[in-house]
């Protein structure tokens, strides 16, 4: 005769272990989602700011006073307008927006976002 095989399923210090797993990766999303929104709007506006500039004619003063138009207009809190390095190399003039984020997630623990691609060269076309 053969016996009958209890079956067990996952038990409740298992399944709290699985849901306080979960939770973290939930929190770090949520809280990560906001920094990557604003970075997009940062590339979109440097971007902006590169595809208008024409060579002889604009200058970096003016340039600037755009940027922080679009800075201000667009609540960008993570990177400040002198934050962002314009200068001339080799006859082009390059936009250099590359900055550090950093969020909280618990108590004294941050995780930091590094956005190295925010750098244009001004006047040119930029590929996406």
Not at 44 to 72: Q, W, Y
Not at 103 to 108: H, L, M, Y
């Amino acid at each position: 005769m053969r016996q009958r095989q209890r079956q067990t399923g996952i038990g409740l210090f298992g399944g709290l272990i699985i849901a306080m797993m979960a939770g973290f990766y939930v929190l770090c999303i949520v809280k990560v989602v906001p920094v990557y929104s604003e970075y997009e709007s940062i590339k979109h506006i440097l971007t902006t700011i590169s595809d208008e500039h024409k060579p002889n004619v604009t200058t970096i003063g003016e340039m600037r006073r755009r940027l922080a138009n679009l800075f201000n207009s667009n609540q960008i809190k993570a990177i400040k307008v002198k934050d962002v390095q314009f200068y001339r190399k080799g006859g082009k003039m390059y936009i250099d927006g590359r900055y550090e984020g950093r969020v909280n997630i618990i108590a004294n623990m941050d995780l930091a976002l590094r956005f190295d691609d925010l750098l244009f060269v001004a006047g040119q076309p930029n590929i996406k």
